[in-house]
């Protein structure tokens, strides 16, 4: 028998680093993919494409959070080691669209599904956290929320709503991976200190941006996507300002803008990672080329409400 489950990616599109220090965050998970298939085996993870490797016949492990993860199931289920996981991802790595987290998610829902334990969400969510734990510091927990649950989240102080949304069917965001690697950690952390360098100045800016998350809720829940996008160019600006765009960056959004996106803007830690687009379909032809015209390679997505859940186990007819 084989198992196979998906757990989508995710995007920020609003509030990011302002989160940090307590305000509100908006996160969407989107259609792009980890994908895990489970077969009998002795005791092995892999996927070539992501490097990534777990023989527990043979004790080689270069990857700790799923070594967590197939830890705390045994712990949980008495998972045997009897399976041969594979996994195989669409969703862009190191650019902060938690791709370590999908993989977490589609892992464990697998493996539950395989031991022929029905994969309840909840558990899902703690084990890929613990996984998480393992990748980050302090994980927010954004990451594997969306992957698990899927759908638009707000989040603020650990707490994670979901939003009702009137998403209108022809608006679709179109993801502009910069290629640029970076740590979080880092930017995060040049990010803090330049609060505390300015902070009369900074705390300013975090409150705007928090009024502009509660603002950008509002055109979310009543479909006012044109006025959705002016905030996320609104709130790029403010990311601009607290030190995380770079010159690439710049010219993803404005390219975006240029080719008639509502709006555009860094999605994540920034200096680096992807910048996100919000376009209606009429545009995206459009906002493609350009993006193209810059030697990036455009991804178009919508918005994934479903999370993690069990796949066809041939590619061909995922659908
Ligand atoms: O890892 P990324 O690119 O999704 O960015 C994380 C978002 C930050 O707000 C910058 C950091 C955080 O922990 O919330």
Not at 31 to 39: F, I
Not at 59 to 83: I, M, P, Q, S
Request: glycine share 10%.
């Amino acid at each position: 028998m084989m198992a196979c489950s998906i757990a989508p990616g995710k995007v920020i599109l609003l509030g990011e680093h302002f989160v940090v220090k307590g305000m509100p965050a908006i996160g969407a998970a989107v259609t792009l993919y980890a994908r895990v298939c489970v077969s009998s085996g002795q005791g092995r993870v892999e996927s070539r494409q992501l490097g990534l490797l777990l023989d527990l016949s043979s004790n080689t492990v270069n990857d700790k959070g799923l070594y967590r993860v197939v830890e705390e199931l045994a712990g949980r289920f008495g998972l045997k080691r009897d399976f041969h996981a594979t996994i195989d991802s669409e969703i862009p790595i190191s650019s902060g669209m938690g791709s370590s987290a999908a993989v977490a998610v589609s892992t464990t829902h697998a493996l539950l599904s395989f031991a022929g334990v029905e994969p309840d969400k909840k558990v899902v969510w703690e084990v890929s956290f613990e996984a998480e734990k393992v990748y980050h510091v302090r994980p927010s927990g954004v990451d594997n929320t969306l992957s698990t649950y899927g759908g638009v989240m707000v989040y603020e102080r650990g707490v994670f709503n979901r939003v009702k949304r009137r998403w209108p069917d022809d608006v679709v965001i179109v993801i502009a991976d910069s290629g640029i690697k970076r740590s979080t950690g880092s930017v995060v952390a040049d990010v803090l200190n330049r609060y505390d360098k300015y902070s009369n100045v900074m705390s300013r800016i975090y409150e705007a941006a928090s009024e502009l998350v509660r603002d950008a809720l509002k055109s979310i829940e009543t479909g006012d996507f044109a006025r959705l996008g002016e905030l996320m160019d609104i709130n790029h600006g403010l990311l601009s300002s607290i030190g995380v765009s770079s010159r690439v960056l710049e010219s993803i959004v404005w390219a975006m803008r240029e080719a008639g996106a509502l709006g555009a803007k860094i999605s994540g830690a920034g200096r680096g990672g992807i910048v996100i687009g919000l376009v209606e379909t009429s545009k995206v032809p459009s906002v493609v080329e350009k993006i193209k015209l810059l030697g990036l390679t455009p991804l178009v997505v919508q918005i994934d409400d479903e999370g993690v859940r069990r796949a066809p186990d041939s590619r061909t007819s995922q659908g």
